[in-house]
């Protein structure tokens, strides 16, 4: 009975989606916001049916509303709840842009190139060949890249985009090396460098949220961007000095999966902001205050 009443008076609010009042309509979207999620199908119906185009944007509006709502509370969630999944993350920030996305699919995806490295690997490799395998079934069997020709386009931030096309920047790159890596017990980190996203190599990881007093406690560094090529400290110091940089100890050690995220929603905030997208970025820097 109750869902009755609920299906009768959201489809009584969506009739009166016509109204010419301005003050009159937004209490009407007001009170179909309220459902929340559950809005969807009746909203998505009515458009179906509809073919007056006023109705139909007006349906768009409450949608996305309603979507941008339910993602800003996900990501609540995430951050108090599963931030140790980078993957759901990673999932959430694609959401934004692509509503729809099913997360199980995407999972599924992962796991097959985890399988494909896990096969590969051995307990008595060393910490430079399981980075040679990880690299070998990212790069070779896979054939992901860094999308240099489109760098700054907001779709190398999409984990959708990214496994369909296999191109991505720096960061996303990095992210789902990171992703891989941890399923697979391998102790890999994201390094927040300035201009860059970088992963170290850990000699030890201890608890949920990595403290390292002593950048030395990182065995060498991976750049994601260039295949997976492994450096070490110094080549930190001379991109720092070449960007004239005060040194910072941050700029050597992993950051936690919230930063991560964070620094995605700024990167596809940027990047949407340089094509001009001005209320995709204000809609953004909402779900980046959230974090």
């Not at 931030?83 to 993350?89: A, K, N, S, T, V």
């Amino acid at each position: 009975m109750v869902e009755d009443t609920q299906n009768k008076e959201l489809n009584a609010l969506i009739s009166l989606l016509d109204e010419p009042s301005s003050p009159v309509f937004d209490k009407i979207k007001e009170k179909i916001l309220f459902y929340g999620i559950d809005a969807i199908p009746y909203l998505e119906d009515a458009w179906d049916n509809s073919f007056d185009n006023n109705i139909q944007s007006r349906i768009e509006e409450i949608i996305h509303n309603i979507q941008i709502t339910n993602l800003k509370e996900a990501l609540v969630n995430w951050k108090n709840n599963n931030r140790l999944d980078l993957l759901e993350g990673f999932y959430l920030v694609s959401r934004y842009q692509y509503p729809d996305l099913n997360y199980d699919k995407l999972k599924e995806q992962v796991e097959r190139i985890e399988k494909d490295i896990w096969l590969e690997l051995n307990s008595n490799l060393t910490a430079l060949e399981k980075i040679k395998v990880i690299n070998h079934i990212l790069f070779d069997i896979n054939r992901f890249t860094g999308n240099k020709a489109n760098i700054d386009a907001p779709q190398n931030l999409f984990l959708n985009n990214l496994l369909e096309t296999r191109k991505g920047n720096h960061l996303s790159l990095g992210i789902l090396y990171i992703i891989l890596s941890q399923k697979l017990g391998i102790p890999i980190f994201g390094v927040n460098l300035p201009q860059h996203f970088i992963l170290a190599y850990m000699d030890e990881v201890q608890g949920e949220k990595i403290v390292i007093e002593d950048e030395n406690e990182v065995l060498f560094y991976v750049n994601p961007f260039n295949r997976g090529a492994v450096f070490t400290q110094r080549e930190i110091e001379l991109f720092i000095k070449h960007l004239k940089l005060k040194p910072n100890t941050s700029f050597y050690k992993p950051c936690d999966n919230v930063s991560i995220i964070r620094r995605l929603l700024e990167n596809v905030i940027e990047n949407y902001n340089k094509l001009g997208y001005l209320d995709k970025v204000d809609e953004l820097k909402e779900l980046l205050d959230v974090l």
